[in-house]
């Protein structure tokens, strides 16, 4: 079983502040999706990385998948109340027929950013 | 153009009996997937379907089973209802196996 373990589980910063949350596993994946999910609503892809190494920047939210593809890291700097939500990351395999449409989804970082 | 339908948004079931929750995805994507979410054991993946074939399925008990029809819609089906089935199921789709996943809203269901 591909297990993606997410860190910290919950973050209560103050606006302004900077903020890293990591996914973690023991298996690789051929790419690591983060995504943001707000209440009553379904998760929302932010950012697909699928190179060791690879750094991607949306804004003020940075991504980073990992050398060996095992693990990933998601920082937001200058926190905005707007960021608050439920931050998931996912793996995918595309080895032997799986598909994006199989993900291992890690237990997810609820943020709360006050004002 | 309109997002991923799911319906019903919240229903109400005892234990021992089954019920039937729909996708019906965004136009022109013929990849449907489930997956149930709860507090404690986040998103599990459930059922890929892709032109009415299952694709892959998770690790859940034969009670859990789906479909999908020739239009791309999709409908699961929980039979002899446990407590433990008390969550919310997520339906996404997505262009083709490869494509970008959007989910939709989720149905809540709650088993007492």
């Known amino acids: 079983t591909q297990l993606l373990e997410q860190s910290p589980q919950f973050l209560s910063i103050q606006e302004g502040e900077n903020l890293t949350v990591y996914c973690n596993s023991s298996?690789?994946?051929?790419?690591l999706q983060w995504y943001r999910q707000e209440p009553g609503e379904g998760p929302v892809l932010l950012v697909t990385v699928v190179t060791g190494g690879e750094v991607k920047k949306l804004k003020r939210l940075t991504f980073q998948f990992g050398d060996a593809r095992k693990d990933s890291s998601l920082h937001i700097t200058a926190a905005q109340p707007g960021d608050t939500g439920l931050y998931l990351c996912a793996g995918a395999r595309r080895a032997g027929g799986t598909s994006y449409g199989k993900l291992t989804f890690g237990q997810g970082t609820i943020l709360t950013v006050h004002p | 153009k309109a997002g991923v339908t799911q319906t019903p948004r919240y229903l109400i079931k005892t234990r021992g009996q089954q019920v039937t929750l729909s996708c019906s995805p965004i136009s022109g994507h013929r990849s449907v997937s489930w997956y149930q979410q709860t507090p404690g054991q986040g998103l599990q993946f459930l059922f890929e379907y892709f032109s009415e074939t299952q694709r892959n399925k998770g690790n859940f008990p034969g009670r859990f089973s789906g479909r999908q029809f020739s239009n791309s819609r999709s409908e699961m089906n929980v039979s002899t209802l446990e407590l433990g089935d008390s969550a919310l199921y997520l339906c996404?789709?997505?262009?083709?196996?490869?494509?970008?996943?959007?989910f939709g809203s989720g149905t809540q269901l709650s088993v007492l």
């Open positions: 298996s690789v994946f051929s790419s």
């Open positions: 996404a789709s997505s262009l083709d196996p490869f494509g970008e996943l959007f």
